[in-house]
């Protein structure tokens, strides 16, 4: 590995000394990598969407949330605020810190969220309609807005320096990891708890989504929907998740005595300014954005050894994609896309890939694509499939894309 400036790269690294995860393939970090690794898919039919056009989704595990958090936050709390405070709690016991002893006025909160919950607006709109008003609940609100995923961890952790949301649609997890970083190295928090969380299958998401073509129409076989970089794949499949990661500077953490899982090397973020949902067909805005997060570690492409993909199973988006990486690399390295088993979790999908990226390098081992099985012919990659694949690795990227041209890229190193 060559870093064009090593002094600057070390420190500008941040360490990651814990995880959270919530996903369709597991609850827990060891749950969610132990079924990405088992590279099958989740998706079911998602009675929550009968009767609409596409009506299967990747659907995390039935949560009692009374358990998990107590009967009166858990009626109080959406479904993506649920996902991100357990992810949350998660990664902050995997780094070994009790939020009883730390100074809460250095800790920040950053969350990604593509567009908040709708999950308990039909009621309310129905008793709008009904012209009952009075009825509204007073909660609908603030139990929806996306801040929220962000502000109840502080509630719950006692986290009180900087906290927000950052939406950037299919981006925001990875934007909000970025941002974190920027935060340590700025000196304004000590610690940061960075992700992202989502529920994207609900009835109005996956209405709109259906009605832009967006998802697969494989309702014969959910199983076999989400299908990226396959030569038949038709659109992305639903998903909902949390990742969380804990992130502080090195010095931080070995001044804790904890060895951190990775580095936080780099940050790229660029538009496309091309189309509002579309992405630029030759992926010039997604280039940029790799070799901005790749300038900032220090690193050139001939360094990274793998490439957690976007890789949502549209036609478009895969294409854009490789034409990236192609742009980026004389050959790009390994690459998986792990929306063929979890789905497609919008706000969260980067958060969450982030942290598969984070494990991957921990166990030097990337996890397969589910449902590839003829690599499309126009697409010159490396995809793993079928099994995982036990790799060499020191460097690795997360690429995410969004709607509106937003692309955003983390690089991650391995620890020694």
């Known amino acids: 590995m060559q870093l064009v400036n090593t002094g600057d790269a070390r420190r500008a690294s941040v360490a990651v000394t814990g995880l959270g995860l919530v996903t369709p393939a597991g609850i827990g970090r060891e749950a969610a990598w132990a079924g990405l690794c088992a ?11 009968e009767g609409l056009p596409v009506a299967f989704s990747c659907r995390v595990p039935d949560l ?7 009967r009166r936050l858990g009626r109080r709390l959406d479904r993506f605020t649920v996902f991100a405070l357990l992810a949350a709690r998660e990664a902050v016991a995997d780094a070994r810190l009790d939020p009883g002893t730390w100074d809460g006025a250095r800790i920040g909160v950053v969350m990604g969220v ?8 039909q009621s309310e709109f129905d008793r709008l309609a009904n012209r009952t008003p009075e009825r509204v609940s007073p ?5 929806s807005v996306p801040n929220m995923a962000a502000a109840e961890i502080a509630l719950d952790l006692g986290a009180t320096g900087p906290n927000m949301v950052v939406s950037t649609a299919c981006a925001s997890g990875t934007s909000a990891i970025g941002l974190a970083r920027d935060w340590l190295l700025a000196g304004r928090c000590d610690l940061v708890l960075a992700g992202g969380s989502e529920s994207a299958r609900l009835p109005m998401t996956a209405a709109c989504f259906a009605q832009m073509r967006a998802l697969s129409r494989r309702s014969g076989e959910p199983h076999s929907a989400s299908r990226p970089f396959d030569r038949d794949r038709d659109g992305f499949v639903l998903g909902e998740g949390a990742g969380v990661l804990v992130l502080e500077r090195v010095a931080d953490a070995r001044a804790r005595g904890v060895r951190p899982e990775a580095y936080l090397a780099g940050f790229g973020a660029s538009c496309d300014a091309h ?3 579309a992405p630029h067909p030759g992926g010039d805005g997604a280039a940029r954005a790799l070799r901005a997060a790749l300038a900032d570690a220090g690193l050139a492409p001939e360094d990274i050894d793998h490439v957690n993909a976007h890789g949502t199973a549209t036609p478009q988006g895969d294409a854009a994609e490789h034409n990236a990486l192609h742009q980026v690399f004389r050959r790009p390295p390994p690459v998986t896309a792990v929306k063929g088993t979890i789905g497609h979790a919008i706000g969260g999908a980067g958060a969450i890939e982030a942290a598969c990226t984070v494990l991957s390098l921990r166990h030097q081992l990337v996890p397969p694509t589910a449902n590839l099985d003829v690599l499309d ?9 079928k099994v995982p694949r036990a790799h060499r690795m020191r460097t690795a990227v997360s690429n995410s894309f969004g709607f509106g041209g937003q692309n955003a890229v983390l690089a991650f190193t391995a620890v020694d």
């Open 39 to 49: 590279g099958n898919s989740t998706a079911r039919p998602d009675p929550e969407l």
């Open 64 to 70: 009692d949330t009374t358990a998990l958090l107590g």
């Open 114 to 121: 593509g567009t908040g919950s709708m999950q308990g607006w």
């Open 139 to 143: 909660l609908a609100l603030p139990r």
């Open 275 to 277: 189309h509002v949902t």
């Open 377 to 385: 012919p126009a697409l010159y990659l490396d995809v793993v499939t």
